[in-house]
């Protein structure tokens, strides 16, 4: 997770994506689920576009390789209003330590 953490904080889209297996299955919602790598690569780029990021993880649940992560995130948007987000990924690792799942439940201050 901390891998995670420093490369959204430095806005590294490539980096995050480097912890995902090429087959990941990635639900960006429970209804939203990315196929391919360029549909998890363009989700990503949001990143880009968010600063002051303040993003804190905490594995509160670990079952072999399965984790169940809270997750809080702050930002400024590019109109510099602070947005506010949080929910909890449910993740898998394979033997590489290389995210092969990933479901994410979140919320957001709107």
Excluded at 3 to 21: G, N, P, S, Y
Aim: charged letters at 40%.
């Amino acid at each position: 997770m901390d891998q995670f953490v420093i490369a959204w904080k430095k806005r590294d889209v490539d980096k995050v994506l480097e912890l995902f297996t090429e087959d990941v299955e990635y639900w960006e919602t429970p209804f939203k689920r990315l196929i391919d790598p360029e549909e998890l690569k363009l989700e990503w780029e949001s990143i880009k576009s968010q600063n002051n990021i303040d993003i804190k993880c905490e594995v509160f649940l670990k079952d072999q390789d399965n984790y169940a992560v809270k997750w809080n995130l702050e930002y400024l948007n590019e109109d510099k209003k602070t947005k506010k987000f949080g929910g909890v990924y449910l993740i898998k690792l394979d033997a590489d330590n290389k995210c092969n799942y990933f479901f994410h439940c979140g919320e957001s201050d709107e």
